[in-house]
T-cell receptor, first 117, second 112 residues
């Protein structure tokens, strides 16, 4: 079974631009989460989608948004990029079915390294 | 608010040594705890998942324990190898859905 894939792997943008990152979960997984990793803040939760619905959102400004498609693929968008948005963006998928508490293992993709100049 | 701490932040050991990495969390109402490994510039590789009802899990040379009431988990690595060099992260799952709260990580170096 193929793992979680993320595209592109590397991006360089300038301040003020916007960017879209893509994540394809493991086949059969409907839960997709996004995390931002920086040296100063570590791994921080951005948001989570299940069956095309945002289930949870972290403490990030509205410039960060996401969506999930009917095939469970997810995209996240960052508008009006700032230097501080430079980070490794990680996507995770889980076989969580949306029922009861989440108790499923999560699997991460290789990440997208975003550099904002 | 759940907070996860990992001690030590960095560790260097000679090859062959057994070692223990620590993870503590402030809210004991967790559903599970997951240990990950991260190589520089790479994504996270899941090592072990411990459900809240379990006390430990083993995979090869790795053994993870969980003491939910005291808010602690340990990752034991037996007979360490240079290939074990990486950053090890623990993460707890406390809410519904799939949100994980991560610790700050322990950077491990195993020397020849």
């Amino acid at each position: 079974k193929a793992g979680v894939t993320q595209t592109p792997r590397y991006l360089i943008k300038t301040r003020g631009q916007q960017v879209t990152l893509s994540c394809s979960p493991i086949s059969g997984h409907r839960s997709v989460s996004w995390y931002q990793q920086t040296p100063g803040q570590g791994l921080q939760f951005l948001f989570e989608y299940f069956s095309e619905t945002q289930r949870n959102k972290g403490n990030f400004p509205g410039r960060f948004s996401g969506r999930q498609f009917s095939n469970s693929r997810s995209e996240m968008n960052v508008s009006t990029l700032e230097l501080g948005d430079s980070a490794l963006y990680l996507c995770a998928s889980s076989p969580w079915t949306g029922v009861l508490a989440g108790d499923k293992e999560q699997f991460f993709g290789p990440g997208t390294r975003l550099t904002v100049l | 608010k759940q907070e996860v701490t990992q001690i030590p932040a960095a560790l260097s050991v000679p090859e062959g040594e057994n070692l223990v990495l620590n993870c503590s969390f402030t809210d004991s109402a967790i559903y599970n705890l997951q240990w990950f490994r991260q190589d520089p510039g790479k994504g996270l590789t899941s090592l072990l998942l411990i459900q809240s009802s379990q006390r430990e899990q083993t995979s090869g040379r790795l053994n993870a324990s969980l003491d939910k009431s005291s808010g602690r988990s340990t990752l034991y690595i037996a007979a360490s190898q240079p290939g074990d060099s990486a950053t090890y992260l623990c993460a707890v799952h406390t809410g519904t859905a799939s949100k994980l709260t991560f610790g700050t990580g322990t950077r491990l170096q195993v020397t020849l």
